[in-house]
């Protein structure tokens, strides 16, 4: 059995580290942006030098409407203060493609949360306030199973920055996310089926 005393200090390194990565968050810190696995990833070809994507990237980040910095390695994208989300990160690289350069998308979701289950996990296996704790768990679960949806129709399409980035070649599903380069418009995805709007 853990003894509750090491159960709090975890709880409050835990605590200590979401308030370091929420710093590292709202400042757009670019490795911070590209640490660990991408939980949703898209890559989107253009028909344009790595330049020309940089700075149309640059030109449709207005349109978008969310809040982002450029770095050496592409830009980290994320929504207005005012609009935290549970699944917050995004990367946008710009690197070399077959047709011209070639737009990596990546989300990623808050680190330091996804500690914080084992650490209830254990906590209620152990027997130490069970019932705080498999709520606590429960809690978080389900807040990460209704808004990973809820986030990807955000995120995952991005409508305003496809069509923002529509002349220099990007032609993305609005449905899965698949790349459409060079297909014709209003053609269905190969992917899901779903006809995309002209």
């Known amino acids: 059995m853990i003894p509750f005393s090491v159960l709090i ?4 390194a835990l605590i200590a ?6 710093v590292l968050y709202l400042a757009r810190t670019g490795w911070y942006y590209r640490l660990g696995p991408a939980l949703h990833a898209e890559r989107w070809q253009t028909e344009v030098s790595l330049d020309a994507a940089r700075a149309a990237v640059r030109d449709a980040m207005p349109l978008a409407k969310l809040s982002y910095r450029e770095d050496d390695r592409g830009f980290c994208l994320r929504r207005h203060w005012a609009a935290m989300s549970a699944w917050p990160r995004i990367s946008l690289r710009v690197e070399p493609g077959p047709d011209g350069a070639m737009l990596a998308y990546e989300v ?11 650490v209830f996990v254990v ?8 019932a705080f704790f498999t709520v606590n768990i429960a ?22 920055l ?9 032609h993305v599903c609005r449905a899965c996310g698949y790349d ?9 995805c190969p992917e899901c089926g779903r006809h995309a709007p002209p």
């Open 108 to 118: 990623r979701p808050f680190i330091t949360m996804a500690a914080f289950v084992p």
């Open 139 to 160: 809690v978080i679960a389900g807040i990460y199973l209704v808004f990973w949806p809820l986030e990807l129709r955000t995120f995952g399409r991005l409508a305003r």
């Open 123 to 130: 906590a209620a296996a152990s027997g130490i306030m069970l």
């Open 162 to 170: 496809h069509d923002a980035l529509a002349p220099i070649g990007v």
């Open 180 to 188: 459409l380069f060079r297909q014709p418009r209003g053609q269905a």
């Open 17 to 22: 580290l979401l308030l370091v990565e929420s």
């Open 9 to 12: 200090a975890i709880s409050l």
